[in-house]
T-cell receptor, first 113, second 114 residues
Framework: GENVEQHPSTLSVQEGDSAVIKCTYS??????FPWYKQELGKGPQLIID?????GEKKDQRIAVTLNKTAKHFSLHITETQPEDSAVYFC????????????FGTGTRLKVLA | ETGVTQSPTHLIKTRGQQVTLRCSSQ?????VSWYQQALGQGPQFIFQ???????GRGNFPPRFSGLQFPNYSSELNVNALELDDSALYLC?????????????FGPGTRLTVL
């Protein structure tokens, strides 16, 4: 069935270093890939997304890359700051029919000051 | 903030009881999706409502049901609560076809079943 694998489950980096989180999806029909940041006690917040007709997208310190052939997509955070500490989720979706998201299992990012 | 609100914030029920959770979607959004997020896990899709009709359902039993109202707000109802239903319940609103497929999540309702 539909599945999204996410790695690593936890990630600790020093402030100022880069962090990379990787996801793999199973449904080749997936064409929309959002990334969410979830802080303690809050709902997921959309931070960046990418569509299947694009290979890379960047927004300030955050970038996402997509390899459709390998069914991989990754989140890159540069110059990490303590406020980047949170749980990050990737998701895959098909933009037709039921617009449901299949989420990964999450990555707990800790940025050490 | 996303403009999506949920109530109540927290809820404690006992096994076998019924619960209703509520969600108000972002202005202009006609689609509401519900997700269950167990502790330490990613959200799992329960179902979606589009223009007051169910538009897809995940792998959840029929005791999970929902409604969407003409103002696009929505309810999630769970009957015969089980211990495993303890989770954070999230709703997300969207407007498919406009600005892509972005879903905007509310803060969630934390349900504890004892």
């Amino acid at each position: 069935g539909e599945n999204v694998e996410q790695h690593p489950s936890t990630l600790s980096v020093q402030e100022g270093d880069s962090a990379v989180i990787k996801c793999t999806y199973s449904d080749s029909a997936s064409n929309y890939f959002p990334w969410y940041k979830q802080e303690l006690g809050k709902g997921p917040q959309l931070i960046i997304d990418i569509r299947s007709n694009v290979g890379e997208k960047k927004d300030q310190r955050i970038a996402v890359t997509l390899n459709k052939t390998a069914k991989h997509f990754s989140l890159h955070i540069t110059e990490t700051q303590p406020e980047d500490s949170a749980v990050y989720f990737c998701a895959a979706s098909i933009t037709s029919g039921t617009y449901k998201y299949i989420f990964g299992t999450g990555t707990r990012l800790k940025v050490l000051a | 903030e996303t403009g999506v609100t949920q109530s109540p914030t927290h809820l404690i029920k006992t096994r076998g009881q019924q619960v209703t959770l509520r969600c108000s979607s972002q202005s202009g959004h006609n689609t509401v999706s519900w997700y269950q997020q167990a502790l330490g896990q990613g959200p799992q899709f329960i179902f979606q409502y589009y223009r007051e009709e169910e538009n897809g359902r995940g792998n959840f039993p029929p005791r999970f049901s929902g409604l969407q109202f003409p103002n696009y707000s929505s309810e999630l109802n769970v009957n015969a609560l089980e211990l495993d239903d303890s989770a954070l319940y999230l709703c997300a609103s969207s407007r498919p076809g406009q600005a892509g497929n972005e879903q905007f999540f509310g803060p969630g309702t934390r349900l504890t079943v004892l």
